[in-house]
C-alpha cells in the first residue's frame, strides 16, 4: 500500500496538473450532448481511439435520439461490433433513447441523479458527461485515474466510487479540470506498463517510484 500523500504535497500535485494540463478536455470526439452521451457510453472498457473510429457512421445513420430510438438493434450491433460488450451496449443505446424520449421529451437530462436512470449509464458515465459538457464541478474515476491516484498517494481506496470520493474531498475545487487531466498523464505518461517516469512533472511526488526504478 502507498504511502498518502499529505496536505501540502496534494496542493502541490493539484497545482502541477493544472499547470501541466491548462486546457484539458476529452479526447471522444462529439458535437452535442446526445452525441457525447453516446460516446462516453461505448468508451467503457474501450479506448477513446476505437470509440472516435464508431461514431461517425453511428451518429450519421441515427443523428437524433429520436432516430436512435427507432433503431433495429441488429443494425446498432453492426455500427459497433467493434467495441468492447457491443450486445449490451446496442441494447443500452436503443434503451436509452427510448427513455430520454418517454421521460425528458428528448432532451438529454444533465443531472447526476437523472443521467444514472438510463439504461448503461453509471456514476462514472454520468459525470463524465457532466464534468466535459457543463464542466461541473464532479470527479470520474476510470482506469487511469484509479492508477494515478493510487501511484500519488492521492488514495488507497480498493474501488472507484471510493477514490472519487477521495479525490472529491482533497481536490474540492477543479475537479473537472483535474479529472480530464489525470486521464491524460494516465494515458501518456503514467501508463499501466512502462511508465515514462524519468522528466516526469510529478516524480517527486510519486509513491510508487521505486517499483519502476526511477
Not at 82 to 97: D, G, P, R, Y
Not at 152 to 173: D, H, P, Q, R
Amino acid at each position: 500500500m502507498a504511502k498518502k500523500a499529505t496536505k501540502l504535497e496534494i496542493q502541490a500535485i493539484k497545482k502541477l496538473f493544472l499547470e501541466n494540463y491548462p486546457d484539458s478536455v476529452t479526447e471522444l470526439n462529439y458535437t452535442n450532448a446526445y452525441e457525447l452521451l453516446i460516446a462516453v457510453m461505448l468508451s467503457a472498457q474501450c479506448t477513446d481511439k476505437r470509440v472516435n473510429l464508431i461514431t461517425p457512421k453511428l451518429f450519421s445513420a441515427y443523428p437524433t435520439v429520436f432516430d436512435l430510438a427507432k433503431a433495429n438493434l441488429d443494425d446498432v450491433k453492426t455500427f459497433i461490433n467493434t467495441c468492447s460488450f457491443f450486445n449490451n451496449k446496442a441494447k443500452n443505446l436503443i434503451t436509452m433513447a427510448n427513455q430520454i424520449i418517454d421521460n425528458y421529451g428528448g432532451k438529454i437530462p444533465l443531472t447526476q441523479k437523472e443521467l444514472v436512470k438510463l439504461a448503461g449509464v453509471g456514476q462514472k458515465t454520468a459525470n463524465v458527461v457532466m464534468l466535459e459538457y457543463t464542466g461541473a464541478n464532479l470527479m470520474a474515476v476510470d482506469t487511469h485515474v484509479f492508477r494515478v491516484a493510487h501511484r500519488l498517494g492521492l488514495s488507497n481506496a480498493k474501488t472507484a466510487i471510493k477514490t472519487e470520493e477521495e479525490l472529491v474531498k482533497k481536490f474540492k475545487t477543479d475537479l473537472h479540470r483535474l479529472h480530464q487531466a489525470m486521464v491524460l498523464f494516465g494515458r501518456y505518461r503514467c501508463k499501466a506498463i512502462n511508465p515514462l517516469c524519468e522528466d516526469c512533472f510529478l516524480k517527486s511526488y510519486c509513491k510508487s517510484k521505486e517499483r519502476f526504478k526511477v
